[in-house]
Nanobody
Framework: QVQLVESGGGLVQAGGSLRLSCAFY????????MSWYRQAPGSQRDLVAR???????SYEDSVKGRFTISRDNAKSTIYLQMNGLKPEDTAVYYC????????????WGQGTQVTVSS
């Protein structure tokens, strides 16, 4: 069983920065595809960034150049460095894990609120 615990959200002014962390509790962290999603009020949950076990990354277009996803396999943790935050980045951010051997099975954290004021 996998448990994900996010931290690092908060209130920040537009143009500011935050770093989110997601601690992975379980086995075989290095065998999991890890992602960050976000969900704004009244909207669906959307993929923001993804990182493979080898460190390859991909991003949703609106965050390219501003957000950076990374992982530390020794600490079983992923991060999302968010710079140049905009009010439209306001959402609950969720960590997601998928084992490469069972990609249909998604694990989710409880979410962390990010609020960007204008």
């Amino acid at each position: 069983q996998v448990q994900l615990v996010e931290s690092g959200g908060g209130l920040v002014q537009a143009g500011g920065s935050l770093r989110l962390s997601c601690a992975f509790y379980g086995s075989a962290f290095a065998l999991h595809l890890m992602s960050w999603y976000r969900q704004a009020p009244g909207s669906q949950r959307d993929l923001v960034a993804r990182i493979t076990s080898g460190g390859s990354t991909s991003y949703e277009d609106s965050v390219k150049g501003r957000f950076t996803i990374s992982r530390d396999n020794a600490k079983s943790t992923i991060y999302l460095q968010m710079n140049g935050l905009k009010p439209e980045d306001t959402a609950v951010y969720y960590c997601n894990a998928q084992h490469y051997g069972d990609l249909d099975n998604n694990y989710w954290g409880q979410g962390t609120q990010v609020t960007v004021s204008s």
